[in-house]
């Protein structure tokens, strides 16, 4: 049986091409940014990598929109081992309140069966009220238009915004280097649709990819020494 | 592939950065490799002038780019090596972690690249990797430390949007508000307000040796680079609203590094806001165009590395308990007097090292109206204040303990005899720096 190429599997994703691709990947952004526990969130960023290269297509060369998706899925293992070895990024059990200030927790309530931080739920308004800005300017887009063109400009503005928006809003709300990470990453992957369109270069396009993993080792160094003892990471 | 020096630039310091990473538990010969290698770089580099000596070719092929040694970024690389050696030499003295030389190394690769590589797109990516490399020396083992660390990296790198798109030139042309993003990346990359939240606490959990590698060294490349950047865009400096923005923005970081001094319960309290106060400070450069710019940069941000060395010595040392003679009382005054002396050049009063590009800073923020200055005026002398009064207690402290003597190492000792002689003739002869800034940028 022939590998398939680039292209062969393009074609078979065919169907996934334009506004159902944008819709996936703000989805996956989505849980990215609000998903407490590493697990779904990580599981979330692979897929939004993923899609991303998917859109990359329209931007850049296959080949280099491949390339993209390739450094997505390393980038997503190194979050992957970080997560794992930092418990996923929950707390430790049965911290005292002095100890819970010191790590930068914020302070919970209980809805339910589960108990949210203060900075979740602020995290998931502001989230949902990108993801509804995105929606809007899937109705009416033109925010980009003098970069993006007409064409594509209905599907890639709701994406380029969305993840931007997204990406701000996880970097923004969390002081914890991992998913605050999440949030750089996702950012970085929105304003490198739109500067895709700025720049095609093969230099610029390679240097996009080396920053994801610039600050995926960053993070994944600075969430471990957040988690481990000193005396560990030196 | 060239063959030009840029090569020896860029690969030498990683190698060796590497040598010094595997033996970084001895931390004496860690600091060896760091400064023969400065020291060999500083040397070779000297040798390169352009167009003559060893290494005539001054280009290198880099990312499939060329990469140029400028007059000015080697002048600047003459100074930085030799500068960086100090640092490193600081932490022959004390320990100040073993990220520092492995880190300061390899720092310089990055720094380098940024400044020759064209397009400026590329240096931008290079600058959040340099941002990248010190992180582990801003962490420096502290837990407290990672959440000012993490901060200031992911600053560093969400600038590389707004630099992408100044670099990329569209944004002055297509959009409306086109000197939105020159005005975002030049504050978040200053630490201007309201992009100035890691600086205060980096002040407090850092040693000021690490500041003045991150906030002096590695500052004089990202304001080079930055202020080449915006003489690539002059209508975006030209608009009312930039410059109103950079003027306030300025205003208002300074008066928080103010107000942050006077609230300040100890020393390390104090030092943070000074650097905060000296970075508000630096904002107003970035209004002027061309080499006038960096003229009032540079001699501000050796002035600020000079500085933070100084407090570096004076905030910690060795005390202890014995015989009080005479000379032990003097002795118990040096580093206070280190102390105070550093943190007057940070917010750049007479007769220190900071006063050299002190009065151009109030003169271009003079030029937007009276209340920015004295707002400005009233932040330095609300920072003096704070100096004074904190400076008051440690003298009475001192005084309490009268058994306690100060001891110093003489390699020590005349490391902080040099950074006094230097510091001191810079405070005496501002022109000496201002001076030396004009060398770099071949005016003078």
């Known amino acids: ?57 329209d931007v850049l060369d296959p080949r280099l929109a491949f390339v993209y998706a390739l ?40 809805l339910g069966r589960f108990t949210v931080a203060d900075r979740s739920l602020l995290r998931l308004a502001l989230a949902v009220a990108v993801v509804l800005a995105a929606l809007w300017l899937a109705r009416s887009p033109g925010l980009l238009q003098p970069v993006v063109p007409a064409e594509l400009v209905a599907y890639l503005e709701p994406a380029i915004v969305g993840l931007v928006g997204l990406g701000l809003v996880g970097l923004a709300t969390s002081a ?46 600075l969430a471990q020494a957040r988690y481990l003892p000193a005396d560990v990471l030196d | 592939m060239e063959t030009g020096f840029p090569l020896v630039m860029l690969v030498g310091p990683v190698v060796m950065a590497i040598i010094a990473l595997a033996v970084r538990k001895y931390r004496r010969i860690s600091v060896i490799i760091g400064v023969a290698t400065v020291l060999s770089l500083a040397f070779l580099l000297s040798l390169a002038a352009p167009g003559t000596g060893l290494f005539a070719d001054n280009t290198v092929g880099f990312l499939g780019r060329e990469a140029v040694m400028s007059p000015f970024v080697r002048s600047l690389f003459l100074f930085m090596y030799p500068a960086m050696g100090l640092i490193f030499l600081m932490a022959w003295a004390r ?44 962490h420096g083992g502290k837990f407290d430390a990672v959440v000012p660390a993490w901060r200031y990296f992911l600053l560093a790198t969400v600038a590389l949007a707004p630099v992408l798109l100044v670099a990329s030139g569209s944004m002055i042309t297509t959009f409306p508000a086109g000197w939105s993003a020159p005005l975002l990346a030049t504050l ?4 201007g307000f309201p992009f100035h939240v890691w600086a205060g606490a980096l002040g407090r959990h850092i040693s000021p040796v690490v500041a003045a590698l991150v906030l002096g060294l590695l500052q004089l490349v990202v304001v080079s680079f930055l202020l080449s950047l915006l003489d690539s865009v002059p209508g975006a400096r030209a608009a009312v609203e930039f410059r109103l923005a950079i003027r306030w923005s300025a205003v208002l970081t300074a008066l928080i590094g103010a107000f942050a001094m006077a609230r300040a319960a100890d020393w390390r309290g ?6 905060l106060l000296d970075m508000g400070l630096l904002l107003p450069a970035v209004l002027v165009p061309g080499t006038d710019g960096l003229m009032i940069a540079i001699p501000a941000l050796i002035a600020r590395y000079l500085a933070l060395l100084l407090v570096g010595l004076g905030l910690t040392g060795r005390s202890l308990v014995g015989q009080s003679t005479r000379l032990g009382r003097l002795l118990r005054l040096v580093r206070p007097a280190l102390l105070l002396y550093g943190l007057l050049s940070l917010i750049g009063l007479p007769l220190t090292p900071g006063f050299a590009g002190r009065w151009a800073q109030l003169a271009v923020v003079g030029q937007g109206g009276m209340w920015p200055t004295l707002l400005l005026v009233f932040a330095l002398a609300a920072a003096t204040v704070a100096i004074v009064r904190m400076a008051r207690h440690r003298l009475a402290a001192t005084a309490e303990s009268a058994t306690i003597v100060e001891s110093f190492s003489a390699f020590e000792f005349g490391l902080m005899l040099f950074l006094v002689m230097i510091s001191a003739l810079i405070g005496l002869f501002p022109g000496l720096l201002i001076g030396l800034a004009a060398r770099m940028l071949g005016l003078g």
């Open chain 1, 1 to 57: 049986m022939d590998t398939p190429t680039i292209f062969d599997i393009l074609d078979r994703l065919a169907f996934l091409h334009g506004m159902p691709a944008v819709a996936l990947l703000l989805t996956a952004a989505f849980i990215a940014i609000v998903a407490w526990d590493m697990r779904p969130a990580i599981a979330a960023v692979l897929a939004q990598y993923l899609l991303a290269g998917f859109l990359f297509v």
């Open chain 1, 71 to 110: 450094a997505g899925l390393f980038v997503t293992a190194i979050l992957f081992i970080t997560a794992w070895q930092t418990n996923w990024g929950r707390p430790p059990p049965g911290l005292t309140q002095q100890e819970a200030t010191r790590l930068g927790l914020s302070r919970t309530r209980r």
């Open chain 1, 176 to 221: 914890d280097p991992l998913p605050g990470g999440i949030g750089l990453l996702v950012f970085l992957t929105g304003f490198s649709l739109f500067h895709g369109f700025l720049d095609q270069s093969l230099a610029m396009t390679v240097a996009l990819v080396v920053a994801q993993f610039v600050v995926a080792l960053t993070v994944a160094y």
């Open chain 2, 95 to 138: 320990p100040v972690g073993r990220a520092l030389v492995p880190a300061g190394l390899a720092v310089l690769s990055p720094l380098a690249a940024a400044l020759m590589i064209s397009p400026a797109g590329l240096g931008a990516v290079l600058l959040v990797t340099a941002a990248a490399v010190v992180v582990p020396t801003l």
């Open chain 2, 188 to 191: 978040i990359l200053l630490g």
């Open chain 2, 270 to 275: 104090v030092v943070a806001g000074a650097i």
